[in-house]
């Protein structure tokens, strides 16, 4: 017990009975369930306790806190009953930023889920028969026309999709109906970790399929696949590097020649593309990301990618692929398991109404990506404008914006940031203080300073970062 931690202090502390007993306590248990408000008393004495102990409290302070102890439960029951999962507003410049939840949805796809989920929907049930119906055939009829340029024929075969939970399970899900007992083929320089421990060779262990390596690091050969063939071999596969690349002295097979082969060996290749997108993203100058279409047209079987990467919407694992592998894959038990609920499939839906409408811009990390360095400078300008104070300087700056999300590693979009400095305040108080805002604020810090960079800030929320910046700065 520190000094001025008097033991007449705890006795003059009521228990939680009494503290329950106060009327004005009493009475939130007309608006709070009992066990919450009792919670709430035990948490405010612990506190009380602790404050004593630490000689924070006198016997004067201490009769205020009590007199204030109504109000400290029910505050405290307050606190208890917020959301964890909150809105904050993204000022990292990473577009993709998984810590923050990936892709934001569109407007339409939140109507579409708060029409489907708040009501009962035809989610298994086909309407026009009035018998049972299949899930996937909200999102497959949709995939049909984006992963088409016209009627199926010989080179392009009918392609039929399914959703997963996330990537990560749809390569599970693909290996372990495609591969079980046998063996995957993979270039040395693919044996992939992508963030938060999806690496490949252990995903190919949990498929229950054996891992076959070939080639090097930096250069493999369409020759060492061919020589890896066995009677054993069940798939060839190729995984997009995501996060990183590997540049000198490389080499490695073409995805065309490498489906020539699976097709001579009659071995299915199957292409992990991790982020997936359904459009040539060099027209927002991104360029090294290859599209489900490219795959496709180069002969790939089945490719896996990612819902909330670069399509832009909710977290979902797609598999694209030719119709008999793909129904092989939904009648694996695990494809069960591993399926996706109705809030999920509304807000693919809407998502890919979007691309089919050719409306781009509905979809948020298409019009982030969209936005100029100009117009993101001019935005950062007027904030400043807003917040510029003796205590609170900013100065605009030339910086780079990233996809994120383990997609186009080296890409980078040019932008303008807001750099922050808070007189005696070192960065990492600065950034606290952004996080304290309500919504929280998540800036990054660069070259010793804070930046805001408003390529992934709604600019509906400029007014909102306004003023939680005045109030830092005043
Ligand atoms: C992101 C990524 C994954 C994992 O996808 P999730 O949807 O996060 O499960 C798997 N493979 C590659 C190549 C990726 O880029």
Redesign the pocket.
């Known amino acids: 017990m520190k000094a001025g931690a008097s033991p007449e202090l705890f006795r003059k502390l009521p228990s939680v009975d009494e503290l329950i007993g106060m009327p004005a306590v009493r009475s939130l248990t007309e608006v709070y369930a009992r066990d919450s408000v009792v919670d709430a008393a035990r948490a405010v004495l612990a506190r009380l306790r602790q404050e004593i102990t630490s000689g924070l409290l006198d016997d004067g302070s201490l009769k205020l806190a009590l007199s204030g102890s109504a109000a400290a439960v029910e505050a405290q029951l307050r606190e208890s009953l917020k959301y964890s999962l909150q809105a904050v507003i993204n000022a990292t410049g990473v577009i993709l930023h998984t810590n923050l939840g990936r892709a934001p949805l569109s407007d339409s796809a939140i109507d579409h889920i708060r029409d489907t989920a708040a009501a009962y929907s035809n989610l298994e049930y086909d309407l026009a028969s009035g018998a049972r119906g299949k899930r996937d055939v909200h999102i497959d009829r949709l995939f049909q026309k984006l992963l088409y340029d016209g009627p199926p024929s010989e080179s392009q075969p009918c392609v039929s999709t399914i959703v997963v939970n ?4 749809a ?1 599970l899900l693909a290996l372990n109906t495609l591969a079980e007992g046998g063996e995957v083929i993979v270039s040395r320089g693919e044996l ?1 970790e ?1 963030g938060d421990s ?1 690496r490949i060779p252990e995903v190919m262990t949990k498929s229950g399929a054996t891992l076959r390596e070939v080639g090097t690091t930096n250069r493999t050969r369409i020759a060492d696949y061919e020589a890896a063939i066995t009677e054993r071999t069940r798939l060839l596969l190729r ?2 590097r ?2 990183f690349e590997i540049t000198g002295f490389t080499e490695e097979a073409p995805t065309a020649e490498l489906a020539a082969l699976a097709r001579r060996r009659s071995i299915p290749l199957m292409e ?4 997936g997108s359904l459009l040539d993203l060099r027209f927002v100058g991104i360029s090294g990301e290859p599209g489900v279409l490219d795959s496709l047209h180069a002969g790939v079987d089945i490719v896996t990618y ?1 819902g ?2 670069l399509l832009g919407g909710p ?1 979902a ?1 797609l598999i694209s692929g030719g119709s008999d592998l793909i129904a092989r894959l939904r009648s694996n038990a695990l494809f069960r398991a591993l399926r996706v609920d109705k809030l999920t499939y509304a807000a693919l839906e809407a998502t890919l109404i979007s691309y089919v409408r050719r409306d781009h811009d509905a979809i948020p990390i298409l019009r982030m990506m969209r936005a100029t360095k100009e117009e993101i400078g001019r935005r950062a300008e007027e904030l400043a404008k807003c917040i510029d104070s003796p205590k609170l300087k900013t100065e605009i700056v030339d910086g780079e914006s990233l996809l994120g ?2 997609a186009a590693p080296s890409c980078v979009l040019p932008t303008r940031l807001l750099a922050l400095a808070a007189e005696g305040t070192s960065t990492e108080e600065l950034c606290m203080r952004l996080r304290a805002c309500d919504p929280p604020v998540i800036g990054r810090v660069e070259e010793g300073r804070v930046v805001l960079d408003l390529r992934t800030v709604f600019p509906e929320q400029d007014a909102t970062l306004a003023s939680a910046l005045s109030r830092i700065a005043a």
Do not use: T, W
Not at 272 to 275: A, V
């Open positions: 996330n990537n990560a399970a390569v992939v992508i999806f995984v997009h995501s996060n992990d593309l991790g982020s990612s909330d990467k977290q694992g999300g383990g």
